[in-house]
């Protein structure tokens, strides 16, 4: 057992960080610091900009780009990019579609996506939960029935995330009701959102912004080729494509910038106030979420060390999700008891443009955010497969039970 | 020992059970927040006409008498209805602050019109620096030839923006946080000096910041006893406490009855999800968290009532219960709900917001907590 990165290692963070200082663009850097909402092109650019780099997909096999890096470097890596407070990359793309693609797709779909996929060029979103099918994705309804070269795709799929940015969306439907297993019968498709018969309904989450959406289909007519290998195997797409989602989830990295930067917060207080981190009871709240954080980093390590050495994950693996975004939403409470009276405020437009300066904002710049942001917060427990369904996958496949 | 409302907090419980259930819909409450005053007037008129906005006053102020017991009736289903209107801070903060600072031509000049509801009112508790501690007042009230002049910021204050008195607590003598040498004053809406910037809060209510710069008031601003306010304000705050304890657990109920009753039509795997027994034991939990919340209610409402020398940990334990459980019931129900309950569409999503922030407000569950055991 040995704590210590590599000299190499320490290079590597070194060449990350100095990347970080001269190619992270100002302007979006800005606003991630001054928490004003990014718009799509600074989620692209960001993309664009790790891919001029070579960065973009540091998981793709390297000869579709991927960057060959070690288990240690790939844990570098994202954990300078949560440091320097840099956006969330996109999932859809390159974590989700792209991977099926490379491992279950033709070489004509391959040729043709991935270069767009791995350079931002593209806008992607997932098409799998339906009002009916969340928990119980199996159940799904969307129908893609075949026409000549086509298939005819009805149905509504729902909780698209910024579906309102995307250029093609990856969904599952039913190309099959003839089945025994309601897991088969499944396909996974590529869609065109300019589409005629594609239309979106902008669903607002609970602190008000638009991030989600219905998306539904009305005989929309997409031509075979975009069917991702074989008709029918979907599941087992879909399936595999929920492991790649995994990497990373734990969130380890920016939950320790977020509350780093929470106890310097915290550490200050208007004329006449006394800091909140000051206070014995609100220290200790901090210490208890910095130690679970702390262990499920040690945890997240362990899942690391064993894919390194060729092994496959552990069934610590499984904690990560639901210890990921317990400690993720632990997060958000402080800030919003570290708000105090503040946290009420709920003036988003003022969150909206840098042009806005802060000093316009009601109380301390951070404060009037973190309520909203919370409630946001409470998503990432629901998504990617809610916490239930987490234990219910531990207690089946890990316990045995 | 009896826990049973008599004929007429039962009759006021009825009055406002029909108007929350009749015409208190969630469609036209969202209509309502999303409007340019953040509320309804005509709504809030028929409070007056149906005599809620009387209930806490004396008789001899041409009030209806009531005590904690009615106020904790009527917060109840102000909580269940998720109203928005601002009984709270003109009744519970301004009017009582009024009541208690018991001084005749305040009264004379305010009382009235908050009763029939002509007008209303705001009381500025909290500045930026003070979190839980009222005796913790920055603001600086000077003696100045005409009477007083006031300087300081005063945070998130509730109807603030439309108020037409707004009362401020300002210090008079002694330092930061001297719990004697507080004032109250009554400032009239457009006093020059004083301006306010308002916004809504996240849980849908109408707040601002209220500026003070070198406010000149006659003498006769003050309200009640020179340097003395403090004890004007902690009686304010216990029956403050108790409102919103009492919404918290109408809150509560609402929040249990909707999620059992989603999860009973809910289908996933071919069941309601309700016949997951991991979510039926997170249920009962839930269930259990507002009997409990609701004991506690009903306990600190009669200490407050009987004027019991016990009260403020009665009220301490009902608050940190009240953000302990409120916490869990709000968390659990939305999560219950899977991705509708962090939709704007739910209501549940709403019951959540405003339990979540009532936690926040007149002390968190640690400050109670310690309080507690203090
Ligand atoms: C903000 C947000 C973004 C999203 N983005 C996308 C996206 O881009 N693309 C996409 O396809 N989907 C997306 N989703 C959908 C997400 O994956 C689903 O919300 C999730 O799978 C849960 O489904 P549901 O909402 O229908 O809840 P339900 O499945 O109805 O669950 C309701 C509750 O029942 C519980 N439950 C259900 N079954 C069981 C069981 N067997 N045992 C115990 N408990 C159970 C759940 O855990 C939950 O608490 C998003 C969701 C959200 C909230």
Known sequence: MDLNFSDADLAFREEVREFLRNEYPADIREKMDRGIRLARDDFMRWQ?????????????????????????????????????????????????????????????????????????????????????????????????????????????????????????????????????????????????????????????????????????????????????????????????????????????????????????????????????????????????????LLALEYTDLRTLAAVATGGAPGPESSILKIKGTEVQQAIDELYVEAAGCYAFAFTPELFASPDIPDATRIGPPWAADTAPHYFNGRKVSIYGGTNEIQKNIIAKAVLGL | MDFSLNEDQALLKDSLERFIQGSYDFDTRRANVASELGYSRETYAQFAELGWTAVPFSEADGGLDGGPIELMVMMEQFGRGLVIEPYFASIVLAGAALRHAGDDDAKARWLAGLIDGSLTGALALQE??????????????????????????????????????????????????????????????????????????VDGMQAAEVILEDVQLPADAVLGHEDGALAVLEAVTREALLAVCAEAVGIMAVLVEKTVDYSKNRKQFGLPIGAFQALQHRMVEMFMEHEQTRSLLYMAAMKLAAGAPDVDRALSALKYQVGRSGRRIGQEAVQLHGGMGVTHELDVAHYFKRLTMIDLAYGNADHHLSRFAA
């Open chain 1, 48 to 292: 664009q900009t790790l891919h001029a780099r070579g960065w973009a997909a540091p998981n793709w096999p390297v000869e579709h780009g991927g960057t060959g890096w070690s288990a240690t470097q790939k844990y570098i890596f994202t954990t300078e990019l949560a440091l320097a407070n840099t956006p969330t990359i996109m999932p859809f793309g390159l974590s989700m579609v792209g991977p099926v693609i490379y491992t279950y797709g033709n070489e004509e779909q391959k040729a043709r996506f991935l270069p767009d996929i791995l350079a931002s060029r593209a806008w992607w979103c997932q098409g799998y939960s339906e009002p009916g099918a969340g928990s119980d994705l199996a159940s799904l309804k969307t129908r893609a029935e075949r026409d000549g070269d086509h298939y005819v795709i009805n149905g509504t799929k729902t909780w698209t995330t910024l579906g309102q940015f995307a250029d093609w969306i990856f969904l599952l439907a039913r190309t099959s009701t003839d089945v025994s297993r309601k897991q088969e019968g499944i396909s996974f498709i590529l869609a065109d959102m300019r589409t005629p018969g594609i239309s979106l309904r902008p669903i607002i989450t609970i602190d008000g912004e638009h991030e989600v959406n219905e998306v539904h289909f009305e005989n929309v007519r997409v031509p075979v080729e975009n069917l991702v290998g074989e008709e029918g195997r979907g599941w087992t797409y879909g399936k595999v494509l929920l492991q790649h989602e995994r990497a990373g989830i734990a969130a380890v990295a920016r939950s320790k910038y977020r509350l780093d930067t929470l106890k310097r917060l915290a550490a200050e207080a208007p004329p006449g106030g006394t800091p909140l981190m000051d206070d014995p009871v609100f220290r200790r709240k901090v210490a208890a979420v910095e130690i679970e």
């Open chain 2, 128 to 201: 930026p620096q003070s979190r839980f501690d009222l005796a913790n007042v920055r603001t600086r009230a000077e003696r100045s030839d005409e009477g007083w002049r006031l300087t300081g910021h005063k945070a998130v204050v509730l109807n603030a923006r439309d108020a037409d008195v707004i009362l401020v607590p300002a210090r008079t003598r002694g330092r930061d946080r001297d719990r004697d040498g507080i004032t109250l004053f009554a400032l009239a809406a457009g006093t020059p000096g004083m301006t306010t910037r308002a916004y809504p809060t």
